[in-house]
Each structure stands twice: as C-alpha cells, then as structure tokens.
C-alpha cells in the first residue's frame, strides 16, 4: 500500500466515533462519509452476522475502499439523499449514523482535484467527478454580488466585496481556470503574515459553494433525525465553524436554525439528548500523527 493510500485511510477521532455509537452487534448503521473506509471497518468490528451498514460516498474514489463483506452495502450517492436510500434498501430506522464531514488528505493531495492551494492544476473543487459545476464555473461565471456573497458566507472573509470585485476584473480579459491564475489574481490581497489561514478561507468557501455543502448537510441531518430509531446515537464531526454550529443547533433544538420549541415550563423540546456536553476534540498524539484532525470537533447525540 503506498504512502497516499495510507494517508486515505487515516481516520479521525476514530475510538471516540466507534465510542459514540455505542454498537449494537445486530443493529443498522450508517456511515454518511464512507471515504477511505476506516471508520466503516471499524464499524463492522463490532456487527454480529445480524448487524448491518451501509456507506455513503459520491466520489468514485471511495469504491476502491469498498469491503468484501456481506453485511455492508456501498451507496454511490451524496449523502443528503439518505432519506431515499434508506427507503430503497428498505431500511425503516437505524441504530446510529456517523459523519465525518472532513475533506480527506486524498483529496487535497491529489492536484487534478483543485481543493488545495498548494499544488497546481485545474480549479475544480468537485467532490462528484460527475457533477456539472466547478469552482471555475463559479468564479468566472457568478456576479460580483453573488461571489461576495459566497466568499462571506462560507470563508467568513471580511474582505469578500473587495477580493470579488478583484476577480470579476480580472477575468473580463481572460478566464480563471487553473489555480496558478487565480492564486495571481487573489493574492496580492493578502498580507504575507496570514496569506496561507486567508487562502484556506477562500478555497473552503468555493468548495462548499461547489458541493452544496451546507444544503446538503441541512438535508442529511433531517434524514437522520428522522431515521434514528430512539436510542440511536447520531456522531458528527466537524472542522469548520459554520457546519459546527448548523449540528449543534440540531442536537440541542432538532432543527439546524436552532430555534428551540419550549414547553409550559421553559423547557426545550427537543428530539435529542447530549451524550457529550463537552466537544471532543483530538489530542496532541493525534495531531501529531494526523494533521487533518487538527480542527476536529466530535458531538454526540442519542434520539430520545
């Protein structure tokens, strides 16, 4: 096995996920961000010959992760349809659902994909090889307004009207299509004291953008609301404060806008309890041996 395919399957967080869910042996489960696998193997440790799973993963990457085992079944699909895979496979309520939301060192690693600024190559950002939109789409193709809207809303820019106007006038004489092009335009806008922290903001806004990232997290924590049999545990990480904060509302009101329904005595009605008040968060030994969970944060929930 190479190096890179190591790197792929270095799962986050993984005794706590497995933890989390709290197994039964013959019970269904789903692991919404298949990937490299790890965790889904993990998971097939603790399943009897009852138990069940079933992975999730919309890049064609992932199915050479896929396991020889009879109690797992590959989903190549985006995870916000869970709600209709589940119903196709026949699956009424689940025991437990994990997601790892993070983007894999995989992908960051590998050039032709656009995620990271580090390398050169086309400005693509597109989980699903499939899909239609790129981050060059997006950049040369949206309005000044919409951009900054974009570069505000999922990078937290403060300077997005201002980094958007600079690449609208930039492409009126030539399209943006590679990574080298637009890190010319965009980077004299940084200071070189924080341009790698403002860079990673950028590129984080146009790959959610790209994948739809916040709407489909919206549509799969709904599904696993609803799917979650009472008792289920719901385990989400996150690296990102804007998909943080949408889990958190979900585990503390059971929408992801937060609003919390009271009832005659104050208290808040919700479909969940916190199995861990306190976010769990990597230790130095695991940031040490894996970078990418640096900014890990692990919630769980059981469905009441």
Known sequence: MTNDELTYHVPVLLQQSIEGLNINPSGTYVDVTFGGGGHSREILKHLGDQGRLLGFDQDADAERNIMDDKRFTFVRSNFRYLHNFLRYYGVEGVDG?????????????????????RADGPLDMRMNKRAG???????????EEKLADVFYLYGELKNSRKLASLVCKARITQNIKTISSFLDVIKPLFGREREKKELAKVFQALRIEVNQEMEALREMLTAATEALKPGGRLVVITYHSLEDRMVKNLMKTGNVEGKADKDFYGRVSTPFELINNKVIVPDDEEIERN??????????????
């Open 97 to 117: 659902l994990l997601a790892d939301l993070g983007v894999s060192s995989h992908h960051f690693d590998d050039s032709e994909r656009g995620f990271s600024f």
């Open 133 to 143: 939109l790129t981050a060059a789409d997006v950049v040369n193709g949206y309005t």
């Open 291 to 304: 970078p990418r969970s640096r900014s890990a944060k692990l919630r769980i929930a059981e469905k009441l």
